[in-house]
């Protein structure tokens, strides 16, 4: 059984950070690719940040690039999303998300993974 738990979500300013952690298995973390995706409030689902296992290549929508940073910690057993330069726009719940790859298959859709955790919320507001 796989699950995911994400953790770290909280009410920061704009401009500030946070980082946000999705433990998992080892087996999961090991071995399967790890997204990050976020829901705004009447918005879709939007995939944020992919990681993969079989070489830690991470991959990022243009929306967040140059500010967030995904990274895994294999001793953890836990995948991290570091935001920086947090906008009002960032404000969503959060999950993150796996499936029995080792690679950010394609565009890393939400389609692709049928492994969720229940998100944490991030809220960005003066």
């Known amino acids: 059984q796989v699950q995911l738990v994400e953790s770290g979500g909280g009410l920061v300013q704009p401009g500030g950070s946070l980082t946000l952690s999705c433990a998992a298995s080892?087996?999961?973390?090991?071995?399967?690719?790890i997204a990050w995706f976020r829901q705004a409030p009447g918005k879709e689902r939007e995939g944020v940040a992919c990681?993969?296992?079989?070489?830690?290549?991470?991959d990022y929508k243009e929306s967040v690039k140059g500010r967030f940073t995904i990274s895994r910690d294999n001793a953890n057993n836990t995948v991290y999303l570091q935001m920086n330069s947090l906008k009002p726009e960032d404000t969503a719940v959060y999950f993150c998300?796996?499936?029995?790859?080792?690679?950010?298959?394609?565009?890393?859709?939400?389609?692709?993974?049928?492994?969720w955790g229940q998100g944490t919320q991030v809220t960005v507001s003066s």
């Open positions: 080892k087996f999961v973390v090991d071995y399967y690719a």
């Open positions: 998300a796996t499936e029995q790859t080792a690679i950010c298959l394609g565009n890393w859709g939400t389609e692709s993974f049928r492994y």
């Open positions: 990681i993969a296992s079989s070489d830690g290549s991470a």
